[in-house]
């Protein structure tokens, strides 16, 4: 089984959620008492945060870089980047190590079309949701993106950093986002992506009848997908 490189940290919270679900379904997959061979580089979410809001992505960009080159160093055969957001640099990261990193935006944009969807809401943080490349990115594969409105927005990306990347998890905050859900699939969203990893942490799919894309799930199983493939 190749091993896996992963740029973790942002958050923990979330990053832990993908330790788990990969080693469970290694264990899944191949029985007994295997797990996934990983390597994790842990960035201080604490710099990242304040390079996001300040709008130096670039500064971003090369701590990822830092962690990816380190990775492929350590024995990495592929890269995951453990957040939606930062996938804003993916391609930058990318160019510079030469294992593959497994972009999180197509393999949920496959799952989309595979679910046979074309229109889909996107919850996220602000980052996420109002700029660009996540939508856009959706859009190379035919898909049509919706997002909530401004203020929506902006309480959505406050409970991101402010509670959900501080392990906690309201049902004041669990409400509103499944408010939000009902609104973009009442304005015609066939489906809903968690679109950052901490979402996971406060909504899931027992919550509602609305399809929801769990980006880290599905990030996790292509991960598998691709490290159990003989090559």
């Not at 898909?143 to 409970?159: F, G, K, L, N």
């Amino acid at each position: 089984m190749k091993r896996i490189g992963l740029i973790g940290g942002m958050s923990w919270e979330s990053t832990a959620v993908y330790y788990r679900l990969l080693n469970q379904s290694a264990r899944a997959r191949l029985g007994g008492q295997n797990c996934a061979p990983l390597v994790l580089w842990n960035v201080d979410f604490a710099k990242i945060s304040a390079l996001q809001h300040s709008g130096d992505w670039q500064a971003t960009a090369a701590l990822l870089i830092e962690g990816a080159e380190r990775l492929e160093r350590a024995g990495a055969e592929c890269i995951l980047i453990c957040t939606n957001t930062m996938h804003k640099v993916a391609e930058e990261v990318q160019a510079r190590v030469q294992i593959p990193l497994l972009h999180l935006i197509d393999i949920v944009a496959h799952e989309i079309l595979a679910r046979g969807m074309k229109r889909v809401g996107l919850l996220g943080t602000q980052f996420t949701m109002s700029e660009s490349f996540y939508a856009e990115r959706l859009a190379s594969h035919g898909i049509d993106t919706m997002v909530p409105s401004t203020s929506s927005q902006a309480e959505i990306h406050r409970v991101i950093y402010e509670e959900l990347c501080q392990g906690e998890c309201s049902k004041k905050s669990k409400q509103f986002y499944l408010n939000e859900v009902e609104k973009l699939s009442a304005r015609g969203a066939q489906g809903i992506i968690l679109g950052c990893t901490e979402i996971g942490l406060l909504i899931s799919q027992e919550n509602t009848p609305i399809p929801l894309l769990d980006t880290t799930a599905l990030h996790v199983n292509a991960a598998l997908d691709f490290v159990l493939t003989d090559a």
